[in-house]
């Protein structure tokens, strides 16, 4: 941390620079979340949600994310070096809140879900659009049937195992690999493609596009006519604007997309060395924005605009209930695709989807092991999960675990592909419970832990932590319960779901005792480890 | 399990009048046998206390003015200094001109405020620990002057281990260092690789059981969990974080002297944000990390058996 004004540092005193705010900056917009928004919320929540502007509801989500980067700030600055939210819900609230929300439900379901469903985006809306449209625009039946082989079961899982292992060696190579290629080639390319991919789509009208569909659903469908074919299935209708659906849109763009800039937190070690509120809270609002104004909005307004309001809702219609029958899947990077019938621009427009799916979930490998590791470190997870790679000094035991709790929900889900709706909605439904647990840690933290709160510099700002706790957990709740007590909302999660996450808190709160009580005949107290001690 | 030793790590307190009040606590809710602490003692800043013309005196620190205008307001600002791990010190104007000008008189000034602070714990150790039976073995570390060293010798409250072998539970001896590898800070303690290897090699040397022995090393083995930091760009005063490329700041020589020797457990600390458990042989070596500016109190508490680590607790209280 820098010298404040008005004391005297010693010369040998390992005070360093304050990060600046240009590298905050920076920071923050490398580590955003690209792109996967895109994915989710079409056709699914375009489905679910007709009417819902997204433009609106991308901003709706961001306001609300402020909410939620003042809370990562706040505990960031308050304990710079305690690292994310497993020890801010262990110190705030207990132990086993962290352990159930952190370990038990997002490490084995949330975490593992999403990387299943980035590994799909990075397919779906990169490498199988670019390989089908590519086949289409120059006639080449074989690069046809990769895409479509690609968008496959086999495909998936395949393309997406390869991902995980690269993602894996990555990981293992050390932070300084995963940090460098976000920023050297993730960044780039994902301005590179959100440029392209807006462009495209604002330079195309619907009636250019109704041309464009028609000609490449000839040759991927073998039928003509193909576009008047989609939208009278939903009797071509563009679906008036709603404003309480755009409003359940942006709770769930933001807890599910903006609010997570802030997982980054183990990336953050040197702005949280500098002790900065300041600084953290740029960093996740850059991070956000960027997220929201680059790489959502300018795709999806052009994605309505371009296409036109009937098509778009006539597609969901089919992405999501499958009629009419179609032999390519009409999502979002194929449609884009279909503007042009320039393979060189067809690349550029893909790779930024591409690279963005195995960046996250290069991310969520990190973070996935960082929590296994706290948790082995704290005693309440076995000690070889700390276990250091000899080579590259990273914890490859809690790495390859991660990894393979990723590969069991890629065959799960891949090879399930009616119940790909399912599993999608479980992660949107799972994606707020990190939150949760955090959210109330904020809530509860000034007086619970009076001493950290009142001595560090957030204190001056009188209720930030507790309010920006509180909105935070009435969005999560929305989520939570919204998605078994709407009716627009609860298709396709039903009763199942509700199990799944039941049973993943009951064994998570059996391990827990009974590690616990093993740690105990080995002279370890785990109700100990976050237990403040009163100096007096 | 053998006979067992329970015993409580932390370091790099960094003047913080707050953790060391917890560490003493803890000794006895932890109910250890013995108490280490890794080096590291001296704050960072001098945190003037300048009275103005209008009777009030105010200090200005953490990005706050503080505005004291009675004895209850100094003693509440004094103990929210001292908790940091700043020294509050009366001073006019002048003197504080003085303390930017004059680096001599500033050295002086700093030593002196540390010496006070120090002797100021080693009271509240005796006051705390008499009666408990627990003993608390203490060094400096690379950041402390040499002059403190006194102080700490002259306590008849915990032990200053600094350089000697120490009978710790009646079977492991324990050697000390605080010495650490050069930094960019250039620290009072900061030796070659050279002299750092030799000067722990000779206590190693000594010890007539390695197998039982526990190394209190400061400064980390280097390539390991327990010395992951940012890589800094030291072209600038103070230091720029290079954000996103890790470093590891730790001793090639502590390394080759825990290969060697090959102890049944290593302490060490240096690196705050390096909290980690790793294995060298079969040593078994630990780094709680600090978090002595948030108040907050980054322990380790070790079970150890005769031979080896039985079981470790990292904590945070």
């Given at each position: 941390m820098s010298e404040p004004h008005g004391t005297f540092a010693r010369k040998t005193s390992g005070v360093v620079r304050d990060v600046s705010l240009r590298d905050a900056f920076i920071f923050g917009i490398t580590l955003a979340i690209p792109f996967a928004a895109n994915f989710f919320l079409f056709p699914l929540y375009s489905f679910l949600l007709p009417g819902a502007d997204w433009t609106i509801a991308t901003v709706i989500g961001l306001c609300l994310s402020l909410a939620n980067y003042a809370l990562y700030a706040s505990f960031g600055a308050m304990m710079p070096r305690s690292g994310g939210d497993y020890v801010f819900q262990s110190r705030g609230v207990h132990p086993?809140?962290?352990?159930?929300?952190?370990?038990?439900?997002?490490?084995?379901?949330?975490?593992?879900?999403?990387?299943?469903?980035?590994?799909?985006?990075?397919?779906?809306?990169?490498?199988?659009?670019?390989?089908?449209?590519?086949?289409?625009?120059?006639?080449?039946?074989?690069?046809?049937?990769?895409?479509?082989?690609?968008?496959?079961?086999?495909?998936?899982?395949?393309?997406?195992?390869?991902?995980?292992?690269?993602?894996?060696?990555?990981?293992?190579?050390?932070?300084?690999?995963?940090?460098?290629?976000?920023?050297?080639?993730?960044?780039?390319?994902?301005?590179?493609?959100?440029?392209?991919?807006?462009?495209?789509?604002?330079?195309?009208?619907?009636?250019?596009?109704?041309?464009?569909?028609?000609h490449y659903a000839q040759i991927l469908n073998g039928t003509s006519g193909s576009y008047a074919t989609l939208i009278s299935a939903t009797g071509a209708v563009a679906p008036a604007f709603d404003w309480l659906h755009t409003i359940y849109l942006g709770i769930i763009i933001g807890t599910s997309f903006t609010f997570w800039t802030v997982w980054t937190a183990p990336f953050f070690g040197e702005i949280k060395g500098a002790n900065n509120f300041r600084g953290l809270f740029i960093a996740f609002v850059a991070g956000g924005a960027f997220q929201a104004f680059f790489l959502m909005i300018p795709e999806l307004a052009g994605f309505q605009y371009g296409l036109g309001s009937q098509f778009v809702n006539g597609a969901a219609f089919q992405g999501v209930v499958g009629i009419p029958s179609l032999a390519f899947h009409p999502g979002f990077g194929i449609l884009t695709l279909m503007t042009t019938d320039n393979i060189a621009v067809m690349f550029l427009a893909s790779v930024g989807y591409m690279v963005a799916g195995y960046f996250m979930l290069q991310l969520f490998l990190t973070n996935m092991s960082r929590y296994l590791l706290a948790g082995s470190i704290d005693g309440v997870l076995p000690l070889a999960l700390s276990s250091p790679s000899r080579r590259f000094k990273t914890p490859v035991n809690a790495l390859v675990l991660s990894a393979l709790v990723c590969a069991i929900y890629f065959a799960l889900v891949y090879f399930q592909p009616d119940q790909f709706s399912f599993w999608e909605s479980v992660a949107v439904w799972t994606g707020p419970v990190l939150f949760f647990g955090t959210s109330i840690a904020g809530i509860v933290f000034p007086w619970t832990n009076k001493s950290i709160y009142n001595s560090s510099p957030i204190s001056k700002y009188k209720g930030l932590l507790t309010i920006s706790g509180l909105i935070v957990l009435a969005c999560n709740l929305f989520v939570i319960i919204g998605f078994i007590a709407i009716p627009e909302l609860l298709f396709p999660l039903g009763t199942n779901a509700t199990l799944i996450i039941i049973a993943f808190a009951l064994v998570g709160w059996a391990w827990y005792f009974a590690f616990a009580h093993y740690q105990k005949g080995k002279g370890i107290d785990v109700g100990l480890t976050y237990k403040e001690i009163p100096p007096e | 399990m053998g006979k067992q030793v329970r015993i409580l790590f932390t370091t790099d307190?960094?003047?913080?009048?707050?953790?060391?009040?917890?560490?003493?606590?803890?000794?006895?809710?932890?109910?250890?046998?013995?108490?280490?602490?890794?080096?590291?003692?001296?704050?960072?800043?001098?945190?003037?206390?300048?009275?103005?013309?209008?009777?009030?005196?105010?200090?200005?620190?953490?990005?706050?003015?503080?505005?004291?205008?009675?004895?209850?307001?100094?003693?509440?600002?004094?103990?929210?200094?001292?908790?940091?791990?700043?020294?509050?010190?009366?001073?006019?104007?002048?003197?504080?001109?003085?303390?930017?000008?004059?680096?001599?008189?500033?050295?002086?000034?700093?030593?002196?405020?540390?010496?006070?602070?120090?002797?100021?714990?080693?009271?509240?150790?005796?006051?705390?620990?008499?009666?408990?039976?627990?003993?608390?073995?203490?060094?400096?570390?690379?950041?402390?002057?040499?002059?403190?060293?006194?102080?700490?010798?002259a306590s008849d409250s915990m032990t200053f281990a600094e350089g000697k072998i120490e009978m710790i539970g009646g079977t492991h001896e324990m050697i000390s260092s605080g010495y650490a590898n050069i930094t960019p800070w250039k620290c009072p303690r900061d030796v070659t690789e050279e002299e750092l290897y030799t000067r722990i090699d000779k206590m190693a040397q000594k010890v007539s059981n390695l197998e039982t022995a526990i190394f209190n090393l400061h400064c980390p083995p280097i390539d390991t969990m327990l010395d992951r930091c940012t890589q800094l760009d030291t072209s600038y005063d103070p230091p720029r974080p290079l954000i996103g490329v890790d470093a590891s700041g730790g001793s090639v020589s502590v390394r080759k002297i825990v290969e060697k020797y090959q102890p049944a457990l290593s302490l060490h600390g240096h690196i705050h944000e390096s909290r980690g458990i790793d294995r060298i042989g079969r040593t078994t070596c630990l780094n709680p990390g600090s978090e002595y500016s948030e108040g907050i109190l980054r322990s380790v508490l070790v079970n150890l058996g005769e031979k080896k680590v039985d079981s470790f607790q990292f904590l945070s209280g």
């Open positions: 086993l809140l962290s352990f159930l929300s952190v370990i038990s439900w997002d490490v084995f379901l949330q975490a593992p879900l999403f990387v299943t469903i980035l590994g799909a985006s990075s397919v779906q809306l990169g490498i199988s659009p670019f390989l089908t449209m590519a086949g289409a625009a120059s006639g080449n039946q074989a690069l046809i049937n990769a895409g479509n082989w690609a968008a496959g079961s086999t495909g998936e899982f395949t393309l997406a195992a390869l991902f995980l292992i690269l993602a894996l060696a990555a990981n293992i190579g050390g932070l300084k690999w995963v940090a460098r290629s976000q920023k050297y080639i993730l960044f780039p390319l994902m301005i590179i493609s959100g440029i392209v991919i807006a462009a495209l789509l604002f330079s195309t009208t619907p009636s250019g596009f109704e041309t464009s569909f028609n | 307190l960094h003047g913080s009048r707050k953790t060391f009040l917890k560490f003493l606590k803890a000794l006895k809710i932890y109910k250890a046998d013995v108490g280490i602490i890794g080096g590291d003692l001296t704050g960072k800043v001098v945190v003037p206390i300048v009275k103005t013309p209008d009777g009030v005196a105010v200090a200005e620190y953490a990005g706050q003015v503080q505005v004291i205008d009675s004895d209850a307001k100094r003693h509440e600002v004094l103990l929210s200094i001292e908790d940091c791990g700043y020294y509050p010190i009366d001073m006019s104007k002048e003197e504080m001109a003085r303390l930017k000008s004059d680096s001599q008189y500033f050295t002086t000034t700093f030593q002196t405020a540390v010496s006070d602070r120090l002797k100021q714990w080693t009271d509240m150790a005796r006051e705390r620990l008499n009666g408990t039976g627990i003993n608390v073995y203490i060094t400096g570390g690379n950041d402390d002057y040499l002059e403190l060293d006194d102080v700490l010798r």
